[in-house]
């Protein structure tokens, strides 16, 4: 097996799946980062890393259970002339469970925006402990394990090449969490935006679940235009001020 994973096939499967599990991997960062800025500032990093620790067990655990993950298409029952399975009930209530997160929190980011007076006092809602942010990323991981995974066996049947590129994913995202947290943390427009892409993630997830198959290239081209625009409002912003 380990002789395969240093063929050039075995390398190029490795990169490959890598790439892919990264890109893959930018919603789910958006997610935790989201979730996490709930958090006192002192436990935000703490809750980043747990749930991308979280999102590699989930992943490597569905990996070793692939023959089941593969049944889980099997429909179970119909509803107005559709069938729904397993995944097409997990995608309706992760997609409904990120729609009402996101939605909640952008009426209270623009609504009823949290206004401290003390700029010594730690970010983040009272009443919100640490174990109840990584309960809901826990449940949202999973979520996103599933396109992961589903990935993985497409590109490649070697249990090994998959582990190791699902841990060298994580480890990428591990390294960034934190640029990308902070970025969000100290530009509250943002986080605005990046609460449209849970919204925009949420409504995909459902639709998948419905039998709407979208090609989520529309929905990456979205952020990444989203962003750069946000960047060079930002440095337009800061040129105005110096003048």
Not at 61 to 74: A, D, K
Not at 189 to 208: Q, R
Request: hydrophobic share 55%; with cysteine.
């Amino acid at each position: 097996m380990l002789h395969h994973l240093f063929s050039i096939h075995g390398i190029i499967s490795l990169l490959t799946l890598t790439l892919l599990e990264v890109i893959l991997g930018i919603d789910n960062i958006v997610m935790i980062v989201v979730f996490a800025s709930k958090l006192p500032k002192s436990e935000q990093n703490r809750a980043r890393r747990i749930g991308l620790l979280a999102a590699l067990v989930s992943r490597i655990f569905l990996l070793f259970c692939i023959s089941w993950l593969l049944g889980i298409n099997t429909p179970l029952f119909e509803f107005l002339d559709k069938s729904f399975s397993i995944k097409d009930i997990i995608l309706i209530l992760g997609g409904t469970f990120l729609l009402i997160k996101a939605v909640t929190e952008i009426y209270k980011n623009v609504e009823r925006p949290v206004v401290n007076k003390n700029p010594n006092h730690n970010q983040g809602k009272l009443g919100v402990s640490l174990i109840q942010i990584v309960m809901q990323i826990l449940f949202v991981d999973i979520i996103f394990s599933l396109d992961s995974v589903m990935t993985a066996v497409g590109v490649t049947q070697d249990i090994v090449i998959m582990i190791l590129a699902v841990i060298i994913a994580v480890a990428v995202m591990i390294i960034f969490v934190d640029v990308i947290g902070d970025f969000i943390e100290n530009h509250p427009s943002s986080k605005i935006l990046a609460l449209a892409f849970l919204v925009l993630i949420g409504v995909l997830l459902v639709g998948e679940g419905l039998g709407e198959h979208m090609n989520k290239a529309y929905i990456y081209f979205a952020m990444a235009f989203s962003v750069i625009i946000e960047i060079l409002n930002m440095r337009y912003y800061k040129k105005s001020i110096k003048k």
